[in-house]
């Protein structure tokens, strides 16, 4: 990650992703992805529509509780 400075003139601060902070990025989402391919690869179709259905009410309980709904603009 880099820091530059705000190009507005103010005090804050911003940062930039950095190549290899994308490559590090990208690296642990295909271990995420590959991961949970593995968890549910022997699920039925009934099973992981279940849990689809299950994990979007989750997101969106969190989301109303919290009142930050998805997507979020960018200055969130």
């Known amino acids: 990650m880099e820091r530059t ?4 003139g103010g005090v804050a601060r911003k940062f930039r992703i950095t ?3 994308l490559r590090l990025l990208a690296e642990q989402r295909e271990g ?3 991961g949970l391919s593995t968890v ?3 699920w039925t179709p ?6 689809i259905g299950d994990l979007r009410q989750f997101n969106t309980d969190i989301e109303r509780i919290t009142g930050r709904p998805w ?3 960018a200055g969130d």
Request: proline fraction near 9%; aromatic fraction near 4%.
């Open 5 to 8: 400075l705000d190009p507005s």
């Open 19 to 21: 190549q290899q902070g």
């Open 32 to 34: 995420i992805v590959t």
């Open 40 to 42: 549910v690869a022997e």
């Open 46 to 51: 009934e099973h992981l529509d279940r849990f």
């Open 71 to 73: 997507p979020r603009n």
